[in-house]
């Protein structure tokens, strides 16, 4: 069986990271994560002004701004903007296609954009076993036990190099000693930036940063530390707490804290995955069978080490087939009861990739899901044979659905 590629390291320290006190945190963010999801599709928008539209339909003029690039954004284009307003200081390339100031307009497609967040998450999942995300954009790494500070910003560069290789999309990250400070960290070099606060640092990076850079610190309360002379991080660290509790309750504790510093919320991942899945993209699309199912193998066996690591039995088993330029195909087998048995996996995830053989395929994956903790469930092997084959998914980029976080075909909620 294959060995895993370089780019799957498997769960442990790096090498080089000495055990320490303290805790490291990551805080990864998609930069213009809808917009980026739209390059991937369709690589001639790159460095192009492009507008994400949600309630907006292709030529019509109503729906509201949920993501524009940072080109758009110099054309004075923002969030939540009307699309009519946007169209005003951003005409559509469709209607001036000689306006070198005309930008493109794309619908919200979140099932697509779910998609690729699954593989973002994937890799999270990968390089740390405590992940909390907050939305389908970001989410915060604790990766105490993974690295160590003096090579924390070689980590940090490994995942947005993992990032960028195996997904297509641009993240940036920043790395402190707590949540509050690993977002602001993010937040700081944007876009595609890394950010590295350590403990010693943390005071005098935090210091003389705008307070509108202070996690929590929104337009309106802003304005209310502005009125009383609270312009950076700085003031407010070194402001009494009393007035500051007066004005703001216990919210203006929380980020007097904040602002020296402290944030002693843990990164807690929320309930347990609902699968286990591992996947790898290629450079040069894999036409030649042998290569992909020596890949699966390595796949599908990354992917049982990391369930009996974690006790879990699963009752399906799919694989995920991505050809050019991104055409989603996820095919997958479910039985009646739960099992752990790698050899299955293998086998049957070769099986459900055969009608792929002789296709383009710049990324495959394995999975098993519909996880299972409780010990003593295993099914036997025979109950596969009353297993049935799903209804097989061949998902095209398009159709819009409802808007949720990030989704699963994945290691997560």
Not at 48 to 68: C, F, N, Q, S
Not at 143 to 148: L, M
Not at 401 to 412: A, D, I, M, P, Y
Request: hydrophobic share 35%.
């Amino acid at each position: 069986m294959a060995d895993l590629p370089r780019d799957m390291p498997r769960e442990g320290r790096l090498p080089g990271a000495a055990e320490q006190d303290g805790d490291i945190v990551l805080h990864v963010d998609m930069d213009c994560f809808y917009a980026s999801c739209e390059r991937l599709r369709e690589p001639e928008l790159r460095g192009e002004p492009l507008v994400v539209g949600m309630g907006y339909d292709a030529g019509e003029e109503h729906g509201a701004v949920a993501t524009a690039s940072y080109e758009a954004r110099d054309y004075g284009v923002e969030s939540a903007m009307p699309i009519s307003k946007a169209l005003d200081r951003l005409p559509r390339v469709a209607e001036h296609p000689e306006d070198p100031d005309a930008g493109h307009y794309r619908p919200v497609d979140l099932e697509y954009y779910q998609e690729i967040a699954r593989d973002v998450k994937t890799i999270l999942y990968d390089l740390s076993e405590t992940v909390r995300e907050v939305s389908i954009d970001e989410a915060y790494l604790d990766v105490t036990e993974r690295t160590a500070w003096e090579v924390a910003e070689g980590f940090a560069r490994h995942v947005k190099q993992r990032i960028q290789s195996e997904v297509g999309v641009p993240a940036s990250v920043g790395v402190a000693p707590n949540m509050s400070a690993a977002k602001i960290a993010s937040d700081h070099d944007k876009p595609d930036g890394l950010t590295v606060v350590p403990p010693e640092d943390l005071r005098e990076f935090l210091e003389p940063l705008p307070i509108e850079d202070l996690h929590g610190v929104g337009p309106v309360s802003a304005s209310e530390f502005h009125d009383i002379g609270i312009d950076t991080i700085g003031d407010l660290a070194a402001a009494d707490l009393e007035p500051i509790e007066d004005r703001f309750g216990e919210r203006g504790r929380e980020l007097h804290f904040r602002a020296r510093g402290i944030d002693d919320r843990e990164v807690e991942t929320r309930g347990k995955p609902k699968s286990l899945s591992r996947e790898q993209s290629v450079g040069t699309p894999i036409t030649d069978p042998p290569e992909l199912y020596e890949r699966i193998d390595a796949l599908a066996r990354a992917v049982t080490e990391r369930a009996e690591r974690k006790d879990a039995l699963y009752r399906t088993i799919g694989i995920k087939i991505v050809k050019p330029p991104f055409d989603v195909n996820t095919r997958e087998r479910s039985l009646s009861g739960p099992v752990h048995e790698p050899e299955l996996v293998r086998e049957t995830a070769r099986d459900l990739a055969r009608e792929f053989e002789g296709e383009e395929v710049r990324k495959v994956g394995v999975r098993v899901s519909n996880l299972s903790f409780a010990e003593n469930e295993q099914a036997d092997l025979e109950s596969w044979e009353d297993g049935s084959e799903s209804g097989s998914e061949d998902r095209q980029p398009g159709a819009v659905k409802g808007q949720v976080g990030l989704g699963s075909f994945e290691t997560g909620e």
